[in-house]
């Protein structure tokens, strides 16, 4: 089993940053891949950003691509999502998952992704 908490998300002004952070605990080391992921009201949970745990090989959204940046911390078990430029479009509820192993799933996919946190609510407002 494999613990996530999300911490880091808030209420900020279009155009500002907020940097959320995913702390793992348990059998973190089989996992594959680590991922955020998003929804807003009414809408379905979508991709944000994926990492390979080990070779550290980073994947993004096309909406994100340029703003956001992931990256973990292999000694904390600990991976994080920078974001900047932040637009009212990117308010949701932002969640942190784990994959023991993606196959026969894309890394985009969130039926590839066996932990999920609490989720962490991020506000951009206008």
């Known amino acids: 089993q494999v613990q996530l908490v999300e911490s880091g998300g808030g209420l900020v002004q279009a155009g500002g940053s907020l940097r959320l952070s995913c702390a793992a605990s348990?059998?973190?080391?089989?996992?594959?891949?680590m991922a955020w992921f998003r929804q807003a009201p009414g809408k379905e949970r979508e991709f944000v950003a994926a990492?390979?745990?080990?070779?550290?090989?980073?994947y993004y959204a096309d909406s994100v691509k340029g703003r956001f940046t992931i990256s973990r911390d292999n000694a904390k078990n600990t991976v994080y999502l920078q974001m900047n430029s932040l637009k009212p479009a990117d308010t949701a509820v932002y969640y942190c998952?784990?994959?023991?192993?993606?196959?026969?799933?894309?890394?985009?996919?969130?039926?590839?992704?066996?932990?999920w946190g609490q989720g962490t609510q991020v506000t951009v407002s206008s």
């Open positions: 998952a784990a994959a023991k192993s993606l196959s026969p799933w894309s890394l985009t996919a969130n039926r590839a992704y066996d932990y």
């Open positions: 348990g059998r973190t080391y089989s996992t594959e891949a």
């Open positions: 990492i390979r745990w080990s070779v550290g090989n980073t």
